[in-house]
């Protein structure tokens, strides 16, 4: 999949937003549809077809989140938030209801730019690859085998599903919420302390040096990231 043609809609309601990514995105190719709410962003979605979609939760006529879960009810395109600094939990809530990731404003086009490849990377990667692989990090889905390095990694069976979770969703956001139904299905909704506890055990035998982790990246107050790609 390469950047030039792919289409882009950004349905936020500040127009100078609007314009700076209107700008900034065709001149790297893209193509863009722009809504100023969220009943225009979702019929435009509809019509558009888009590859990737920009939201802000703040939209006038409805909540960012609506936008995302009536998306979501038909599509499973890429979506990035756009987000005011002090709404962590609005963050958390977004991606659980779907987004793949979110951007802080103010924010710089080479950070929003730099999202959207690894979302748009994500969704070019056949789903049907039997081995999924993250920089060094492989897990070989038929064997349930797990190497980094070409050096075999010995893994519990709730550690694998946690890690072939995260692999399936390199470079994406991933609440706690999330991580604790992909390890322990529906019964642990808010044991947080859980995943810690999990994450600092696949640091220790995956990461070179865990205290510095390059592939599980702490995403503060919300959850973690797979890197390495």
Known sequence: MTEKGLRILVIDD???IRKLLNVSLQAH???LSEAGNGLEGIQ???AFKPDLAIVDLGLPDMDGKKVI???REWSSMPIIILTARDQEQEKIAALDAGADDYIT???GIGELMARMRV???RIATSDNEPILRCGGLAVDLLQRRVTVDDREIKLTPTEYELIKF???HAGRVLTHKQ???AGWGNSYGEDTHYIRIYIGQLRRKIEQDPAQPRYIVTESGIGYRLMGR
Do not use: D, N, S, V
């Open 69 to 71: 879960q009536q998306i």
């Open 29 to 31: 190719g893209y193509q």
């Open 105 to 107: 404003k103010p924010f």
């Open 179 to 181: 991580l604790l139904k």
């Open 44 to 46: 435009q979605a509809a």
């Open 166 to 168: 995260m692999m399936q």
């Open 119 to 121: 979302c748009l990377r």
């Open 14 to 16: 500040e127009p100078q």
